[in-house]
């Protein structure tokens, strides 16, 4: 058994998420399916740039098109991505707290470590 496959997943999310407009449509598609005229103006960007970030999001496997009428809508390709990042960002956020050296420091509200 080889762990090949899974690698190649994390590093296709990684990819995704190593831009933050990328990270911001993932955020937003979150919340709720899209077209791309919402999303380029919720976060002020050309509607070109944004073709490119969601090219990206799609070749990862992240986002996936779906027909409404003569639109297209953006939304996860999986529910569970959306509960992934919710995981992500808590577990960055709590990672985020630790000094980078390790140590405890102590505060009335935690105590120490």
Same mark, same amino acid.
């Given at each position: ?5 899974? $690698?190649? +997943? @994390? ?5 995704? @998420?190593? #831009?933050?407009?990328?990270?911001? $449509?993932? $955020?937003?598609?979150?919340?709720? /399916? ?8 919720? @976060?002020?960007? *050309?509607?070109?740039?944004? *073709?490119?970030h969601?090219?990206?999001?799609? #070749?990862?496997?992240?986002? +996936?098109? +779906? ?5 297209? =809508?953006?939304?996860?390709?999986? /529910? ?5 990042? #919710?995981d992500? =960002? *808590?577990?960055? +956020? ?6 980078? #050296?390790? *140590? ?10």
């Amino acid at each position: 058994m080889t762990i090949a496959p899974e $690698i190649e +997943v @994390l590093a296709r999310f990684g990819r995704a @998420l190593a #831009d933050p407009i990328r990270c911001q $449509i993932l $955020i937003l598609l979150r919340e709720a /399916p899209a077209h791309p005229a919402e999303l380029a103006e919720l @976060l002020g960007i *050309s509607r070109t740039r944004l *073709s490119n970030h969601l090219a990206c999001l799609r #070749d990862c496997g992240l986002v +996936v098109t +779906v027909p409404v009428g003569r639109r297209i =809508r953006y939304e996860l390709a999986d /529910p569970r991505l959306g509960h992934a990042l #919710d995981d992500l =960002r *808590s577990a960055v +956020v709590a990672v985020a707290a630790v000094p980078a #050296d390790g *140590s405890c420091v102590e505060t009335p509200e935690k105590g120490c470590c």
